[in-house]
């Protein structure tokens, strides 16, 4: 709750954290297209962590598409933030 405050109040770190919550889904359910999203933001505003666990995302997202082809929507929207 806390750091969905912070997120909102557009603190670096806050941001951050909610995209750690939602990527591990704790206090949350675990969502990684979202937790990217934060990470993305976090990312803009500073937080060169937060490409660790782009790349992280990233790479599990491959692995899943290689399972299921269809899936491609966080692939398009990563490398449209990342370029």
Do not use: H
């Amino acid at each position: 709750m806390l750091y969905r405050l912070a997120s909102m109040q557009d603190s670096t770190l806050g941001i951050y954290n909610v995209g750690c919550c939602l990527e591990e889904g704790n206090g949350v359910k675990a969502n990684l297209d979202k937790a990217a999203l934060f990470y993305l933001r976090a990312l803009e505003k500073g937080e060169f962590d937060a490409k660790e666990w782009l790349d992280k995302i990233y790479d599990e997202t491959i692995r899943f598409k290689m399972k299921n082809p269809s899936y491609k929507k966080l692939d398009e929207d990563y490398e449209s933030f990342k370029n």
